[in-house]
């Protein structure tokens, strides 16, 4: 029987290193004043021999680190609120940080995890790809991960919280098809993303059971943003046959439909049906009231805290995948298509 050889200690990282037991502790810490040369030295020790630490700390008034893709609109704070809502339980503090922002290598967010650890529970990522040399030092450093609505695959063994994507985008299609609309548009989000596949791929199955052909004219290219909502649903309402009905793949670029309809003089529903996926909280308030698809964004967020606990007490996971359930939300923006549905609009 092969035996795994034991992590190594910072003594022992150093002595193979041949470097201070210091600069190995600076390494391991994310600290900054260590050459680039030597923090790759020993990051390679790291990973092909592994890392012990000394003593397991007690998480009680220790840190969770949230890692946003974005900080940006009202998706953020949801999740913030359901983090926050576990950690208060449990006298937990809450970090944030953005990936969008880092700043230079050696100073990025995880760096900043690593100099907090002493603190610190673990990391849940929102809607972020992290790369494989960021999962690596947080593997290797026994730091839990839990990612919320991944944009891609989170790697291998890495928990995740997600929420039913396909059967959302299925569930908005059917009910414009259900109100009797045939010219159903849909603007995606990336293509790197996940959900934006995969309510995508729902948004085609609900077309292909109810035998309406899909029409590429009506598929617009979007980017979850408000901008691209706007400019991509314009696009859509100057088409020689403009469809009746829009499924925008998020709330934010349901918004960006309903000032591109306003722009063109379109009412809303009674010329063009709008529905969204989110339900966020100013949803409600549009005008008129956005019919969407709620996505269940604080309870993944308390999902997400939950799981990152047991991996920080040291306990197995009863699923490493935890996905949640959608549901239609049927506001005001919705009705069925007007009489005549082929309208000319320049």
């Given amino acids: 029987m092969t035996v795994e050889p034991s992590p190594l200690t910072i003594a022992q990282?150093?002595?193979?290193?041949?470097?201070?037991?210091?600069?190995?502790?600076?390494?391991?810490?994310?600290r900054s004043e260590v050459s680039s040369e030597t923090r790759?030295?020993?990051?390679?020790?790291?990973?092909?021999?592994?890392?012990?630490?000394?003593?397991?700390?007690?998480?009680?008034?220790?840190?969770?680190?949230?890692?946003?893709?974005?900080?940006?609109?009202?998706?953020p704070i949801e999740i913030i609120k359901g983090v926050e809502e576990v950690a208060h339980e449990?006298?937990?503090?809450?970090?944030?940080?953005?990936?969008?922002?880092?700043?230079?290598?050696?100073?990025?967010?995880?760096?900043?995890?690593?100099?907090?650890?002493?603190?610190?529970?673990?990391?849940?990522?929102?809607?972020?790809?992290?790369?494989?040399?960021?999962?690596?030092?947080?593997?290797?450093?026994?730091?839990p991960l839990v990612v919320v609505d991944p944009a891609d695959d989170p790697g291998k063994g890495i928990p995740?919280?997600?929420?039913?994507?396909w059967n959302g985008?299925?569930?908005?299609?059917?009910?414009?098809?259900?109100?009797?609309?045939r010219r159903i548009a849909i603007i995606t989000g990336p293509d790197y993303a996940l959900a934006a596949r995969a309510r995508f791929d729902g948004y085609r199955t609900?077309?292909?059971?109810?035998?309406?052909?899909?029409?590429?004219?009506?598929?617009?290219?979007?980017?979850?943003?408000?901008?691209?909502?706007?400019?991509?649903?314009?696009?859509?309402?100057r088409l020689p046959d403009p469809p009746t009905a829009i499924f925008a793949t998020n709330d934010g670029q349901?918004?960006?439909?309903?000032?591109?309809?306003r722009e063109l003089g379109v009412r809303i529903p009674e010329e063009l049906s709008v529905i969204g996926f989110d339900d966020l909280p100013p949803m409600r308030w549009a005008i008129p009231p956005l019919t969407t698809i709620r996505q269940p964004l604080t309870q993944m967020a308390k999902a997400a805290a939950t799981m990152l606990l047991t991996l920080a007490n040291g306990e197995p996971l009863p699923q490493s995948r935890v996905e949640l359930?959608?549901?239609?939300?049927?506001?005001?923006?919705?009705?069925?298509?007007?009489?005549?549905?082929s309208r000319n609009r320049s």
Wanted: glycine fraction near 10%.
């Fill in 13 to 30: 990282l150093a002595e193979l290193a041949g470097v201070s037991t210091a600069t190995v502790s600076k390494v391991v810490n994310g």
């Fill in 40 to 75: 790759a030295a020993v990051e390679e020790l790291i990973r092909r021999h592994g890392y012990r630490r000394q003593r397991r700390r007690s998480i009680s008034a220790a840190l969770v680190e949230l890692v946003f893709h974005a900080l940006e609109g009202d998706y």
């Fill in 90 to 143: 449990h006298q937990l503090t809450v970090g944030v940080s953005e990936l969008q922002h880092d700043p230079a290598p050696g100073r990025g967010w995880v760096e900043g995890v690593l100099r907090r650890r002493p603190t610190g529970v673990g990391v849940i990522a929102v809607f972020s790809s992290l790369a494989e040399t960021e999962r690596e030092q947080l593997a290797h450093r026994e730091i």
């Fill in 160 to 165: 995740s919280v997600g929420a039913s994507n």
């Fill in 169 to 181: 985008g299925l569930a908005a299609t059917r009910h414009l098809l259900e109100l009797g609309h």
């Fill in 206 to 237: 609900a077309l292909d059971m109810a035998g309406v052909a899909a029409d590429p004219e009506l598929v617009g290219r979007g980017d979850f943003l408000i901008e691209g909502g706007l400019a991509q649903a314009r696009r859509l309402l």
């Fill in 254 to 261: 349901a918004i960006g439909a309903y000032h591109a309809a």
């Fill in 325 to 341: 359930a959608t549901e239609l939300v049927i506001r005001e923006s919705t009705a069925a298509p007007p009489r005549g549905s």
